[in-house]
């Protein structure tokens, strides 16, 4: 345990399960924290860090703009402000927008999440297209309006089944002058994400800058074309908006800005071929220990890389309560469930070598302790 948590009494947790908000979205790498600490060190005009960094992630995610948030949920505040506002400064002061105001925000009714509220909480009014059995063009094209801000696309393969494809979106949008914003917060890898919904025509794309890119967890990017970046840029940093209470401060920019060179530099290859020598040796270890383990593809929302999936060949206990026994157990584990709730998940991102065999040992033992064993 580290020595801070340790002070607090706050336990550490083996991360096998995903790039999670609620135990701190990834870990920082060292030239992160030292960027962290660089910028700490002197005073800034913070509107032209913004602009600068921006123009320094453009540069490397090969995009026209960006811009830095506090989050990927704070990323949709913004995007759906800006379109709502344009460019204009008068407006993007004015909240709440007058009657009759671009207000309204078309979405596929089989993407809801718990991530609408970042966006009504603009005041913007959701119109739904579609159903959880499928969409149709003519439902989209029908939703568009003069009153119509932006479409937004949730894009992971949960949400994939019942609705428009993405580049069928941005066609139909696209015609009628009006901007697709594609949340991609965890759809890293591939690293050619960071550029690949703006080259289908997406005019803006949200990543969280705290799950695969290892930046500081309370930062977001939006990137995209310079027009509607520009009128992101009325809603971050210093001024008064209503994403004032979502800054960013000039250490997390200057972590996210190291984070993603970093990132964007890193030998992919190798990193795919670490993620599959972990989930070999946990589907090895696990199976020899009595667990039936298996190798899947793709990651949790489509992303590239692999995951274990195991069940045990006998149990008394469910899944959830075998997550429980790992999660509360010594050292603490935590994992995902699988889809259907019968089996565990373990995914790669996050682990090393080290714990990869602390939980082959840590799971082993628990089968030993009692396959009828009950939290």
Known sequence: MSNFYSKLGVATVINAADSYTMIGGSLMPAEVIEAMADAAQSFVSLEQ???KAGERIARLTRNEAAVITSGAAAALTVTTAACMTGADEAKAKAWPLHKGARNEVVIHRCQ????????????ATLVEIGDTEGTTAEQLESALSDRTACVIYFDTVQFAKAALPLEEVIRISS???????VDAAAQLPPVSNLWRYTGMGADLVIFSGGKTLRGPQSTGLIVG????????????GARNSIARPMKVGKEEIAGLVAAIERYVNLDHAAVKEQHERLVRRLCEGLNRAGWLAERVYPGPTGQDYPLAHVKPAHSACTAEQLSKLLLDGTPSILVALTPDQQGLTLNPLHLNEVEAEQIIIRMSKLLDEGRDERP
Do not use: S, W
């Open 225 to 236: 074309k310079e027009r509607y970046i520009a009128a992101c840029r009325l809603y971050v």
């Open 49 to 51: 860090l913004h602009l």
């Open 175 to 181: 015609a009628k002058g009006i901007p697709v914003v």
């Open 112 to 123: 809801h999440n718990g991530f609408d509220l970042a966006i009504r909480q603009t005041g």
